[in-house]
């Protein structure tokens, strides 16, 4: 039980263009969900966390306009890199938890690539 | 700041032989620390974690190992095999306004060599 997929796995996008990642729990209601970004050789930074039907909390430093997070259920939820540009290139992944509980259940990424 | 950094960068060990990989943290008020897996291309994978007021905890091939004193955390892995071969991260769990949040550290590549 819990699991976590993304959509795309990948995906390769045109500089200025906008791209949508979804993430979704399978096998259960999730609370919370959050969104993290990984630079190649570099750790998880956490961008924002989102509750289902509400507002997302933003990270110091990540742009809500330029990363628009939708909660909208408690099995999914989507970000959207806005005018995408290529220092945007990253890859995605998002997490889940259920109960409000300790344990975050990740999903496999989603690795973009703008050019 | 808050912050939770490794020593090693990378370590490199013989197939059969245990591994230790070390990560030192400066918050005190984690309520648990957790150690990750991350195999290239995925996402990561909980291997074990530990709550804060322990010093010692063992799961199947691997045992983390928390020294409050000197804000220090290990991870053992016991007889490495080669699909251990991966990106190790700790991580620090803390419960804030309405949720845990993890604050990872930077991470050590573990190659197994046959």
């Known amino acids: 039980g819990a699991v976590v997929s993304q959509h795309p796995s990948w995906v390769i996008c045109k500089s200025g263009t906008s791209v949508k990642i979804e993430c979704r729990s399978l096998?259960?209601?999730?609370?919370?969900m959050f969104w993290y970004r990984q630079f190649p050789k570099q750790s998880l930074m956490l961008m924002a966390t989102?509750?289902?039907?509400?507002?997302?909390?933003?990270e110091q430093g990540v742009e809500k306009d330029k990363f628009l997070i939708n909660h909208a259920s408690l099995t999914l939820s989507t970000l959207t890199v806005t005018s995408a540009h290529p220092e945007d290139s990253s890859f995605y992944i998002c997490?889940?938890?259920?109960?409000?509980?300790?344990?975050?259940?990740f999903g496999p990424g989603t690795r973009l690539t703008v050019t | 700041g808050e912050s939770v950094g490794l020593h090693l960068p990378t370590l490199s060990v013989q197939e059969g032989d245990n591994s230790i990989i070390n990560c030192a943290y400066s918050?005190?008020?984690?309520?648990?620390f957790i150690w990750y897996k991350q195999e290239s291309g995925k996402g990561p994978q909980f291997i074990i974690d530990?709550?804060?007021?322990?010093d010692k905890r063992q799961g199947q091939r691997v045992t983390v190992l928390l020294n409050k004193t000197v804000k220090h955390l290990s991870l053992q892995i016991a007889a490495t095999q080669p699909g251990d071969s991966a990106v190790y991260f700790c991580?620090?769990?803390?419960?804030?306004?309405?949720?845990?949040?993890?604050?990872f550290g930077k991470g050590t590549l573990l190659t197994v060599n046959p």
């Open positions: 997490s889940a938890n259920r109960d409000r509980g300790r344990e975050q259940y």
């Open positions: 096998d259960f209601q999730a609370t919370t």
């Open positions: 989102s509750n289902e039907g509400s507002k997302a909390t933003y």
């Open positions: 918050n005190s008020a984690s309520d648990y």
């Open positions: 530990i709550r804060s007021n322990m």
């Open positions: 991580a620090e769990n803390k419960y804030g306004g309405s949720n845990y949040k993890l604050t």
